[in-house]
């Protein structure tokens, strides 16, 4: 029987029941035979193109977890459908074929769509900030004249109140319609309570209590007229600081577990990239809930925000830096990760303890306490390999503790999502 030789690609072949090597790739293949084809073939073959062909099947070829290099083994219970040191562009491509890196990939890159859509949403439906102490020279602002043309509206569609309705608990019940104007030092010049009081015609008077439904109708729809402009929204800064350290922790993860297979150098970059994101999302998780409770409370607020963004600082340059990666800094690496998650409680029980009587309180904690379980499940699930340490090779493609930690992240950071649109809708409402 014939044999076939490609020395180029270090290439060996034999037609009986031989071997394969290719010391190029780490690859070693036995029982490999070449069969006659229906046109009588021989097994002779010299042809350099068909020698290329069956070397680029052997070389992307999945691999067993014995045949990687030191640097690709992680878990010893996933046993087969690695990629090992392929070329980039088949990496690339492998994100569209079925490998046991596939859903780890793709949980956290729907993960990263998700918060870039939500991030889309917000921009464009909550309410943009307006500073109003620069544009209240502006026509749509309401002025003098338009409260007076107010008032012959309503003197035009209420012709029963002259004459029957007290004007100055009127006066008062239109001031204490609006308490949060009160709060809004940019209005302050404006005098909007009096305005809108002093402009009703002083012939309101002589209380007739049949009309208090009207009254009461009217005050209502005068306050509604006007709130849009008297209510300013907070700064939405530290809610898309925490969208974006959610993306970038999403992104950086998908992306090492796609292409560090590539080789060595890329294996250590990537991972460096994905550590960091796990600190940044960690980090910027505490700016939404940490600013708005303490807005009110500038120390507090400036305290806290200071000392995670340190700790997000100190372990992002953990993860970065060579100096840190030497096995015996291993355990200070984990005590910063384990650290930045713990101080997390300390504004939540304060905040408790500053607002027991609100109902933003119940809410929002009780989401935060759901994130917290997501991502300690997580945590635990990835550290005890579970469930493929139960039975290794049964998880390969899916199921394994990794795909199942990426699914924790993500429902913890959109739970976290959820609470920062509760802090924004009550500050906006509250204020200071």
Known sequence: MGSLEADSGNLKFSDRMGS??????????????????????????????????LWKKVKYQLVEY?????YLRDNEYILGYYRSEWPLKQVLLSMFTIHNETLNVWTHLVGFFIF???????????????????????????????????????????????????????????KTALPSMASLSSLSNWHLPDLLASCLPESLSHIN?????????????????????????ITRWPFFVFLGGAMFCLLASSSCHLLSCHS???????????????????????????????????????????????????TMLASLLPVFQHPKFRTFRASLFFGMGVSGIAPILHKV??????????????????????????????ATRIPERWKPGKFDIAGHSHQLFHVLVVAGAYTHYKAGLLYLEWRDAKGC
């Open 20 to 53: 394969s090597e290719a010391d190029s790739g780490n690859l070693k293949f036995s029982d490999v035979s070449v069969s006659r084809n229906s046109e009588g073939y021989d097994g002779d073959i010299a042809s350099p193109g068909k020698a290329k062909e």
């Open 66 to 70: 014995h045949a990687l290099p030191e």
């Open 116 to 174: 870039l859509c939500l991030t889309i949403y917000t921009v464009t439906k909550l309410p943009n900030v307006v500073d109003l102490a620069r544009v209240h020279h502006l026509s749509h602002i309401p002025s003098r004249d338009d409260f007076h043309k107010l008032q012959m509206e309503l003197m035009t569609f209420l012709p029963s109140l002259p004459n029957k309705v007290n004007f100055q608990r009127l006066q008062a019940e239109l």
């Open 209 to 233: 209590r049949t009309e208090q439904c009207v009254l009461q109708t009217m005050k209502q729809d005068v306050a509604n007229m006007i709130a849009p402009y008297l209510q300013r929204p």
């Open 264 to 314: 060595e150098l890329f294996s250590y970059i990537m991972l460096r990239l994905d550590y960091a994101g796990i600190a940044a999302l960690i980090s910027t998780s505490f700016y939404p809930p940490v600013y708005y409770t303490f807005m009110c409370k500038p120390f507090f607020k400036n305290m806290y925000l200071g000392i995670i963004t340190l700790g997000g600082v100190a």
């Open 353 to 382: 303890v500053l607002y027991k009587d609100e109902p933003m309180v119940l809410y929002t904690t009780a989401y935060e306490i759901a994130m917290g379980v997501c991502y300690g499940l997580g945590a635990v699930v990835y």
